[in-house]
Structures are given as structure tokens and as C-alpha cells.
């Protein structure tokens, strides 16, 4: 009898940890949620010359209405799960869901009902997709290539991808500054097209966003089992990375490998994902902004910020504005009409998945999206149970945010996230062979 009464005792301690800790996440998102308009604000006045960053003064009932529906999520996402979808969904969540539900009001010269209509519409395609988290996992049977066989996969599709980039583009190991890339990545556009290969375009974003960092990963852990495969992945990845970053001058690529490291580092913190993930985006936001008159931090809230918290809900707004109507233009894709239309570049304005399937097909694509999404997340869980949760979840970190900017398509193909939950189908690594249970 004394026994039971503990375990209730001790159970019912652990809901209320579990619910407090849900209420901080609240309070934190409902922060963060005036925090971005608070930024774009900002934002819009330091690029006030810059077509496309204009500031409209927001409703008040819309301004409440964006703050609750951004918060709403945080009751039924996943703030303590083993599963990889839980980090998957937090970062789309940062990253796209809440801009996407607070910038319109500020980018938009709407009436309130069509913006309250879109924001409504973007959290029931949100709430779709993470019904996929909780469906039910079962073993899958996998091809046991081994560890060599794994490695020889990994080899293969590198001298693949480097075949084709050479072919397209011919060898390259020349470097733009970061913040200096676009001369290089507009002769690249110019390769691209007169080569007239579409898989040469394909090989260069997948070796960025997949091939490179995967076998940078793969890497490690063969080295954390003492095997002689891993400085060779490790070697072969960071010269792919170099070699693609020469060639096409894309940020994302060059910090590829510290995004994916940093990120595998910041897995193993202990603490819920979603309390590690909320705290460290308000705090990484709210310092950059507070010392953005210095030079370097400056850098980090204009540009990175700006790109990564600001724009995927900037374009899901011109998204919405450019199609609610039915507006079409056969000849130019989305991106490309949207990035004319409103910032008067012939650049590619890629909007987020539940975005990007509103251009496609309305208010049905945006619920097709979602469910798309939750069948994606089940798959992905079912095909990475067993494998360590660092290596699986930082293995996915650069396809997550590619689902804040791109098509779903886009994203499954182009990005990689297909060809990485076929990696981790062929994975041998398990976490029962790691005593730290696979930590980074």
C-alpha cells in the first residue's frame, strides 16, 4: 500500500513539472510572438529603402489574434519525447509557423478578416502536420549493409556528386566572404543555365544540405566505435562542402557543418526539446538585437536573423496576399513571380510548405500540406527508432528548416530530406552500441 502511494505521489509530481513547464513555454512563445513584430519593426526601418520591408500599423484585434493562435501549439506539441519529429516540429514551428501567423498584419494592406482567415488557416494546416508525432511506431525491417557496406554508400554518392558538379561546373576551390557572395552566386546561375542540367542543380543542394553533413556525422560515429572509416568520411565531407560553398556561394552550405555540429551539441543538453529550443531562440534574438550597433553583432541581426526568423513569415504573407484572388502567371513559378510582384527582384521568394501548397491549391492545399507533413514525421519516426536521437535529429536539422522556405516537395526532394530517411533506413549505427547512449 506504501509502495503505491509513492509511485502516485511521484506520478502526479511529474504531470506538474510536465504542465509548468508547458505554461513557461506559453508565456515564452506569447513573448516571442511580439518579439518578431517588435524585430520586423526594425528590421523594415533599416531596410526602409529596400522594396518589400514596408511597416503597416496592425489592428489590434488582429495583433491578439495572431498572439493566441501563435501560442495555441505550445498545449499539444511535443516538449518531452525521444521521437524525432519533436525537434523537427519545434524549429518549424520558430522558424515558420510564428512569423508566418504575426508578420501579415504587418506586411499585408489588408482588411482584418482576410488576415484573420489566413492565420486561422495556417495553424489548423500546423496542428495537422503534428498529428504525425504522436501516430503509433512499429520495428522496421531493415537492409543490413554493415559498416562497410554503409561506408562504401556514402563513398559512392560523393564521387557521384562530385562527378557531376565537375562535369557542370569544373574544379573550383575559390572563396567569397560571407557577407560578400552574390557576384559568385550569380555567375553561378549563369553556369547553371547554360549547362541546361537540372541534375547538376540537384547534386549541388543535396551535397550541401545531405551528402556533406551526413557523412560528417557518419564520420564521428565511426570514429566513436574506433573504426578507420570515419577520418576518411569526415575528410571526404568537409571537401565536398568547400567544393560546393566554391562553386555556388550559398550561405546555408558554407555553416552547414557548424549548424549541424552545433546543433548535435545542442541535443544532448539536458532538458526537454521544447524548452531548449523556445529558450535559446528568444535568447539568441534578444541579444542580437540588443548589441546590433556593434559591427560583427549588427551582422548577425540583420542578415542571419533577418533570414532565418523574418522572411519565411514575410513570404508565406506574400504568399497568401499574391494568391487569395487567384492571381496566376503561367510562365513564372510562385517564387519567381512573388519576388517581382512584391520586392522587384527576379530572385526566387520561396515560401514555407503550408505557403507554398496555399499557391498551389488554395485553402485545400494548405490541408493536403499538412496532412503530407504528418505522414512524413510518422515515416521519419518509424525509420529512425533505434538510431542514436543526436545523430538522427541533427541529421535532419538543415531539412526541417528547408520545410520554413521551401515547397514540400522542394524540401523532400531537392533538399534531401528523402534521401536522408533512406540513409537512416541503411544506418548501422544503434544507440545501445554507444555507452553515452550516442552523444556527440
Known amino acids: 500500500m506504501g509502495q503505491t502511494q509513492v509511485i502516485a505521489f511521484n506520478s502526479d509530481k511529474f504531470l506538474r513539472r510536465i504542465y509548468s513547464m508547458r505554461l513557461m513555454i506559453a508565456l515564452s512563445a506569447?513573448?516571442?510572438?511580439?518579439?518578431?513584430g517588435a524585430v520586423y519593426r526594425s528590421i523594415s526601418s533599416y531596410f526602409s529603402e529596400v522594396q518589400g520591408f514596408s511597416y503597416v500599423q496592425s489592428h489590434l484585434a488582429v495583433s491578439i489574434v495572431a498572439s493566441i493562435v501563435a501560442t495555441i501549439p505550445v498545449v499539444y506539441?511535443?516538449?518531452r519525447s525521444a521521437r524525432v519529429s519533436s525537434s523537427i516540429l519545434w524549429l518549424i514551428f520558430?522558424?515558420?509557423y510564428v512569423p508566418a501567423i504575426v508578420l501579415p498584419q504587418y506586411v499585408l494592406h489588408r482588411d482584418t478578416y482576410d488576415l484573420i482567415k489566413w492565420i486561422i488557416l495556417l495553424w489548423v494546416g500546423f496542428s495537422i502536420t503534428c498529428v504525425g508525432?504522436?501516430?503509433?511506431?512499429?520495428?522496421?525491417?531493415r537492409i543490413d549493409l554493415g559498416y562497410r557496406g554503409y561506408f562504401m554508400f556514402l563513398v559512392l554518392a560523393w564521387v557521384g556528386f562530385i562527378c557531376v558538379v565537375y562535369i557542370n561546373f569544373g574544379m573550383k576551390l575559390s572563396f567569397s566572404a560571407i557577407n560578400d557572395v552574390y557576384g559568385q552566386r550569380a555567375q553561378f546561375k549563369d553556369e547553371l543555365a547554360a549547362s541546361g542540367s537540372s541534375v547538376a542543380g540537384y547534386a549541388i543542394i543535396l551535397s550541401g544540405y545531405w551528402l556533406a553533413p551526413i557523412m560528417l556525422l557518419s564520420g564521428i560515429y565511426f570514429n566513436k566505435l574506433r573504426l578507420r572509416y570515419g577520418w576518411w568520411l569526415i575528410g571526404l565531407g568537409v571537401f565536398l562542402s568547400a567544393y560546393i560553398y566554391s562553386v555556388a556561394a550559398f550561405k546555408s552550405i558554407a555553416l552547414s557543418?557548424?549548424?549541424v555540429l552545433g546543433y548535435a551539441r545542442f541535443i544532448k543538453i539536458k532538458g526537454m526539446i521544447g524548452a531548449k529550443v523556445t529558450y535559446s531562440i528568444i535568447a539568441l534574438i534578444t541579444i542580437t538585437w540588443l548589441l546590433s550597433n556593434l559591427?560583427?553583432?549588427?551582422?548577425?541581426?540583420?542578415q542571419l536573423v533577418r533570414r532565418v526568423?523574418?522572411?519565411p513569415g514575410m513570404n508565406a504573407s506574400y504568399f497568401y496576399d499574391y494568391f487569395v484572388n487567384g492571381t496566376r502567371q503561367s510562365s513564372l513559378a510562385p517564387p519567381q513571380a512573388v519576388s517581382i510582384y512584391y520586392y522587384g527582384t527576379a530572385g526566387s521568394a520561396n515560401a514555407g510548405f503550408l505557403a507554398a501548397g496555399y499557391a498551389s491549391m488554395g485553402v485545400l492545399g494548405v490541408l493536403l500540406v499538412g496532412m503530407s507533413g504528418a505522414a512524413v514525421l510518422w515515416i521519419t519516426n518509424i525509420v529512425t527508432k533505434g538510431i542514436p536521437i543526436v545523430l538522427a535529429a541533427s541529421g535532419l536539422f538543415m531539412q526541417a528548416y528547408a520545410l520554413s522556405n521551401s515547397a514540400f516537395g522542394t524540401a523532400m526532394i531537392s533538399y534531401g530530406f528523402i534521401f536522408s530517411l533512406i540513409t537512416f533506413y541503411l544506418c548501422p549505427f544503434r544507440v545501445?552500441?554507444?555507452?553515452?547512449?550516442?552523444?556527440?
Not at 506569447?30 to 518578431?36: A, Q
Not at 559591427?295 to 540583420?302: R, S, T
Open 94 to 96: 520558430y522558424t515558420f
Open 295 to 302: 559591427p560583427v553583432i549588427d551582422f548577425i541581426a540583420h
Open 257 to 259: 557543418f557548424v549548424l
Open 133 to 141: 508525432h504522436y501516430l503509433p511506431i512499429r520495428k522496421l525491417k
Open 309 to 311: 526568423f523574418l522572411v
Open 77 to 79: 506539441l511535443p516538449i
Open 432 to 440: 545501445e552500441e554507444f555507452p553515452d547512449g550516442g552523444e556527440i
Open 30 to 36: 506569447f513573448f516571442y510572438s511580439l518579439l518578431i
